[in-house]
């Protein structure tokens, strides 16, 4: 009887690790992708971590060198900070930390909220900061109603090195897991 026991507890063990096996080669770590994103009030970080969990990745936040207050962020206000950034396509605001190393990385999921149908200029900020020969760019955003056509477009524009930037996708902050991989593992 001991032996039976042994025996089916020894296979429900095996079992269970070939599940577990599976299950952690679906997300399997991807250690050249990178999810770099900017958020100013926690919608994209929501996203960035779902997308860094379905793909397994590390992360790397753009922060602000002055950070965005909640009267920056009035949309309704025309003067408020974020409208004037918006209506000066060549304003580039300063990101408080530029020290992160793009080389070990083949492609960058660039996460970011949408404002008036655009990145923000810190992303601009950004993308005109490196270099991305060779490298794949992976826009993704949020925004409530927008869609990404006009940013891809832009960052198209102004990136460095003529990576493959794809079309990207708008996704709301609460995006699964699943639902983002399915999308990112079409592209």
Do not use: H
């Amino acid at each position: 009887m001991k032996r039976v026991m042994l025996k089916l507890f020894t296979s429900l063990i095996a079992v269970s690790m070939m599940i577990c096996g599976f299950v952690s080669e679906t997300y399997a770590a991807s250690k050249d992708t990178l999810v770099v994103y900017f958020s100013a009030t926690g919608n994209t970080r929501a996203l960035a971590s779902t997308a860094a969990a379905a793909l397994g990745t590390d992360t790397f936040e753009i922060i602000p060198s002055k950070p965005y207050s909640a009267d920056d962020l009035n949309y309704r206000d025309d003067n408020c900070r974020a409208n004037a950034e918006q209506r000066d396509s060549a304003l580039r605001p300063q990101i408080k930390d530029l020290n992160v190393d793009l080389k070990a990385y083949r492609t960058i999921v660039l996460a970011y909220p949408l404002w008036w149908a655009e990145e923000p200029r810190i992303i601009d900020t950004f993308i005109e900061s490196f270099d991305f020969s060779g490298k794949t760019i992976v826009p993704v955003c949020t925004s409530g109603s927008s869609d990404i056509q006009k940013s891809v477009e832009n960052i198209r524009k102004l990136i460095k090195g003529k990576p493959a930037v794809k079309d990207g996708k708008r996704f709301m902050p609460n995006s699964s897991k699943d639902e983002f991989k399915a999308w990112y593992d079409s592209i």
